[in-house]
């Protein structure tokens, strides 16, 4: 029999829609095409396929990079209250973005499309890259990015990506064209390379983008049954924290439209839930349902992705040091290799002293060698856990109002672990994942619109699909009509119990 040599995906959990290898085919022969739960997954063209074998060895699922553990770890608030507020951490990101920005360079990371999906995209100016701040919960699309960032490079233009572990370890093998980079995460020699920065994130999964377009449709469709029309959702925001006053913690999720009420006058309603405690959408995220398959058997845990800096939520940091967290956000920063260390250290030091700017810790010679990173790496694996809480602020700087370098608490891994198991483990398959998709892949067509219900005692000829008993959260208005609940939420909702 004829060995097949491109990329199968004969299991779901085996692919996490990194396009690494769509991106590397050098015929154009992979299509990213989605499936029945809304997640893409390659499908090869075996009329032009070559059997070269590239999308095999580039795959971050088939050959994982190795497991490491971080250098340093930081508590992080970035010095300028207002870049922080519209983060949904501590403004981490910003950070770095605005750094590499300042060099000429170009960042990579997620922003909304027109009909409010995650595509990723690259910015040059901080105002391109404003559309990057803030969590999509959903997984990003990667288009043609990859490409992007290796032909950036080649121009030596410095790059800083940024996205979810998969999608960094995607980029990786990518550009070493599957070529093995060392425990570090340095790279195979390429020198073009020298001008990257990966930072990803700490990450619980990714939702199905499928089930989100459903969501939105179902959100827009409340507004429809209440006599809005020419209904469209202007802004989504995940994580809002209210300019400050909802706080980090108690984040608020909101979905800003425009319409007509059922007057004809414009109008802007606002859904604004509580996240973690009403916003359906959240919790059904949080509980695992729609998740990717890979999501449950990460091929980037363990910092495998090969980043120079991981970044999350600083969660628990109110328990460890309660007077740093004032409820705005506060970012876990974890370097994973040298150069991600010189950065940090560039932009942790005001602008005075003798550290290395920002821009230099990206020129090719700054960039140390695979052995002195992995010989640390070594030492720390095997390291304490005690936590020093140094700020890495010079004595006597203004640590809460500083605008020249961060705000930054030395910490150790153990302290972001205490409520990131995500970042060692990987998930175990809810049960109520399957009960979900046996709902959500029941719909009749590939647009997940909703069913007519003939039943429906008070709209009997509409697309209801049954009672919609709470919608709180929508402006009041007494003439709507009470049923307007779809497959999303009323799956999710009866899963929740
Ligand atoms: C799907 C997902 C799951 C996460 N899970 C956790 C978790 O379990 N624990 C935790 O501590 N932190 C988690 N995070 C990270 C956290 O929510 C923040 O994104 C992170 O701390 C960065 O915040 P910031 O304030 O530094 O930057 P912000 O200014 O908020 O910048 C957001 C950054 O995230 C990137 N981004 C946003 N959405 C996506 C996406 N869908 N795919 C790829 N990149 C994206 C942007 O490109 C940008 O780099 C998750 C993020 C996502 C997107
Ligand atoms: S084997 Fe080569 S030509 Fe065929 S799909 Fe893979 S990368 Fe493309
Ligand atoms: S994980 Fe990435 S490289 Fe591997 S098959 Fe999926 S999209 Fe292709
Ligand atoms: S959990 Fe792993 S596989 Fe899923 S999006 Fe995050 S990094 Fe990718």
Not at 316 to 322: F, N, T
Not at 379 to 393: A, D, I
Request: net charge negative.
């Amino acid at each position: 029999m004829k060995e097949i040599r491109h990329i199968i995906i004969s299991d779901p959990h085996d692919c996490c829609g990194c396009t690494a290898c769509a991106s590397v085919c050098p015929r154009g022969s992979i299509n990213m095409k989605e499936n029945a739960e809304g997640f893409l997954y390659p499908s090869v063209d075996e009329n032009t396929c070559i059997e070269c074998g590239l999308c095999v060895k580039v795959c971050p699922v088939i050959t994982q990079l190795p497991a490491r553990r971080p250098l340093d770890v930081y508590a992080m608030k970035h010095p300028d209250q207002t870049v922080r507020d519209s983060s949904a951490s501590g403004g981490a990101f910003p950070l770095l973005a605005s750094a590499v920005i300042a060099m000429g360079g170009r960042v990579f990371g997620s922003r909304f499309d027109k009909d409010m999906e995650a595509v990723h995209d690259s910015a040059s100016t901080p105002e391109e890259v404003r559309a990057f701040t803030g969590s999509k919960y959903l997984q990003s699309r990667m288009e043609d990015c990859y490409g992007r960032v290796r032909a950036a490079l080649r121009e030596g233009i410095p790059v800083l990506f940024t996205g979810t572990p998969c999608q960094v370890a995607g980029l990786n093998r990518f550009l070493n064209r599957g070529a093995n980079p060392d425990a570090a995460g340095n790279g195979t020699g390429k020198s073009f390379l020298d001008k990257l920065v990966t930072a990803d994130l700490i990450c619980h999964g990714v939702p199905s983008p499928g089930v989100w377009r459903q969501y939105l449709a179902e959100e827009k469709e409340v507004l429809r049954k209440q006599g809005y029309r020419d209904v469209k959702i202007e802004e989504v925001r995940f994580r809002d924290k209210e300019e400050g006053h909802a706080g980090w913690k108690g984040y608020r999720f909101k979905i800003f439209f425009s319409a007509k009420d059922p007057s004809g006058t414009p109008c802007r309603p606002v859904l604004s839930e509580a996240g973690k405690a009403e916003n359906l959408f959240i919790r059904g995220f949080l509980a695992d349902f729609y998740s990717r398959p890979s999501c449950y058997r990460c091929p980037a845990r363990e910092f495998r992705s090969g980043s120079d800096l991981t970044i999350g939520d600083f969660w628990g940091i109110g328990d460890l040091r309660p007077e740093y967290d004032d409820d705005r956000g506060v970012s876990a920063i974890l370097v994973n290799t040298e150069k991600g260390r010189n950065l940090l250290a560039a932009l942790a030091t005001p602008a005075s002293s003798s550290a290395p700017s920002a821009s230099s810790v990206l020129s090719a010679s700054s960039v140390p060698s695979a052995s002195s990173a992995t010989s640390r790496q070594e030492s720390n694996s095997s390291g304490s856990s005690e936590s020093s809480g140094r700020s890495v602020l010079p004595d006597g700087a203004d640590s809460t109002h500083h605008r020249d370098c961060a705000d930054m608490l030395q910490m150790t891994l153990e302290d972001v672990l205490r409520r990131n198991r995500c970042l060692l483990t990987s998930v175990d398959e809810t049960p109520g994942r399957a009960a979900f998709f046996q709902t959500f892949t029941a719909l009749p067509d590939s647009n997940h619109t909703t069913q007519p219900d003939s039943d429906c005692p008070i709209l009997p000829d509409s697309n209801c699909h049954i009672y919609r008993d709470s919608d709180s959260h929508i402006p009041p208005d007494s003439s709507r009509p009470s049923p307007a609940a779809y497959w999303v939420h009323d799956t999710i909702r009866s899963l929740l119990g």
